[in-house]
């Protein structure tokens, strides 16, 4: 059973979604709220999944991210908003969000947005990663001989390939013969070394 927590001040957009998890066996809505005035409640919820908009009253959902992570939240959090700008897309995602949706997006890409996230993986709409994509681009993709100026280890060069391959965390560490704490080590000091904050941010710039 995955654990939802979804924050949404659109009441109609609200209770269209918690319809639509509602409907999966497999899903728990745990916590829905209009704002982000009481992340303490979100955290005690303990959700697996946190769905945010960006454009909330008060905290909106791109500072509730940067909080989140700041804080040690290791629930997989994307983003479900009506901005495709590109500001909003690149500071979500270097705040530290695992995905990026847009809510004309169909509700199967929703659902599967929560399992993939769930499962450790990464999941961005395709306007938006060809946005992502353009803009690193641009920035000029950081290649193999550029990477050893972060001084990886053998075993974080081996992590981080399979991490921008995309695959899910428990095969990681599974293929690496590893277990979970220790692959959660490897990757946060990948993170620093990078100077990244997440799997989205990953893809976008290696993948």
């Known amino acids: 059973m995955i654990r939802v927590a979804l924050i949404e001040d659109n ?4 209770k269209a979604m918690q319809a639509l998890i509602g409907s999966k066996t497999d899903l728990l809505l745990v916590y829905t709220a209009e704002n982000l005035k009481n992340i303490d409640q979100l955290c005690q919820a303990s959700p697996d999944v946190i769905i945010l908009d960006i454009d909330l009253p008060g905290i909106n959902g791109i500072e509730g991210v940067r909080f989140l992570r700041d804080n ?5 959090i ?13 500071s979500a995602i270097k705040a530290g969000a695992d995905g990026y949706l847009l809510k004309k997006d169909p509700p ?5 947005a929560i399992e993939a996230v769930y ?22 993709t950081t290649n193999q001989k550029e990477l050893e ?14 991490l921008i ?5 428990k095969l990681i560490a599974e293929e690496c013969n590893i277990s979970m704490q220790t692959l959660f080590s490897h990757t946060k000091n990948i993170y620093n070394k990078l100077n990244i904050h997440s ?3 990953i893809a976008a710039r290696f993948g």
């Open 11 to 14: 009441l109609s957009y609200l």
């Open 72 to 76: 040690k939240i290791t629930a997989g």
């Open 78 to 90: 994307f983003m479900l908003t009506v901005f495709e700008d590109d500001e909003k897309i690149f």
């Open 108 to 112: 199967d890409k929703i659902i599967e």
């Open 119 to 140: 499962r450790g993986e990464s999941i961005i709409n395709g306007r938006v990663a060809r946005k992502m994509l353009d803009y690193f681009a641009g920035k000029g």
């Open 149 to 162: 100026q972060y001084n990886l280890t053998k075993r974080e060069k081996e992590i981080l390939q399979l």
């Open 165 to 169: 391959a995309g695959k899910p965390y």
């Open 199 to 201: 799997r989205a941010e």
